[in-house]
């Protein structure tokens, strides 16, 4: 984890190994906390990083339901604003994906597929109570505190619930994941044209610093090189199906769009089956 100070106002957590970002928001009446990571223990671990005490924290935001950037949400003590939809949608994963059989599912999974993430995985449930957002709001939220002005504004693309933050003194944008830097994006709860209008927003705001949901500090030149590869990915898929190419005919062309082998290889297939399937309705 690298951790970026900013300015006086702004620091981001840049944690590409660990998987996910976060942020704070420092004011002369306390801190405000930018998603929870996926765990109770990561969380913990960020504010003891940088010496903030739980009662310092005035108030968290979740940029969106997945579970890496709420499931700290637990360890708080302060509100916790989200989108309404954010709400909505963690109510309704408590009942379904989030249901205790589930996660055992998912975790017998990641044990025949990988034993050291099914042990991270297992640890987490052990103690993992799933806290649900206090403060929703819908379109956008301004709020002030310590004289320190602060935006949420619900965007979607990414997730229909994604709210980006924004200081206008600062001019820091917390993108949230509408920015995956250097990486296949994960989209399997997305609207492809909405996320690529969304990246069109982000290019109007005129930030100074762009923190990313996933991946180190970027800046425009990141926001096109995502909206190229959706673009590029879900018009090359509407060519196939148009032509009458199978789903693995359409996977295997060599000539979609890549990044540098990483870790997230196995999103370059997936994410244009997805994007296949989304097309054909
Ligand atoms: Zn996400």
Not at 91 to 108: C, F, G, R, T
Not at 140 to 161: A, C, K
Not at 203 to 228: K, Q, S, T, Y
Request: with cysteine; proline share 5%.
């Amino acid at each position: 984890m690298e951790i970026i100070r900013i300015d006086s106002v702004a620091t981001a957590f840049i944690r590409p190994v660990e998987g996910v970002n976060a942020g704070l928001i420092h004011t002369p009446q306390g801190m405000i906390l930018i998603d929870t990571t996926s765990s109770p223990a990561e969380v913990l671990s960020l504010l003891e990083a940088v010496d903030v005490r739980l009662e310092e924290l005035q108030l968290v935001i979740n940029t969106h339901f997945h579970s890496d950037h709420t499931w700290g949400n637990q360890e708080l003590t302060c509100p916790i604003l989200a989108h309404r939809f954010c709400l909505e949608r963690m109510e309704s994963n408590l009942k379904n994906e989030w249901s205790p059989h589930a996660l055992q599912a998912n975790l017998n999974d990641l044990k025949a597929t990988d034993t050291k993430k099914a042990e991270d995985f297992r640890a987490t449930l052990q103690v993992l109570q799933i806290k649900l957002p206090d403060q929703v709001f819908d379109e956008r939220f301004e709020g002030e505190l310590g004289g320190i002005r602060y935006e949420v504004i619900h965007l979607g693309g990414h997730t229909p619930d994604l709210s980006v933050v924004w200081l206008p003194e600062s001019r820091t944008l917390y993108a949230s994941d509408l920015i995956f830097q250097g990486r296949y994006p994960y989209l399997f709860d997305s609207d492809i044209p909405a996320w690529i209008s969304c990246l069109d927003r982000l290019l109007e705001f005129d930030a100074r610093a762009i923190i990313p949901g996933h991946g180190v500090m970027c800046g425009e030149a990141e926001i096109h090189a995502l909206r190229d590869y959706l673009q590029v990915t879900w018009n090359l898929t509407a060519e196939h199906i148009r032509l009458g190419h199978s789903i693995d005919e359409t996977a295997d062309d060599p000539a979609y769009p890549v990044f540098s082998p990483n870790k997230y290889e196995r999103l370059h297939q997936a994410n244009i089956r997805y994007m296949y399937k989304k097309l054909i309705g």
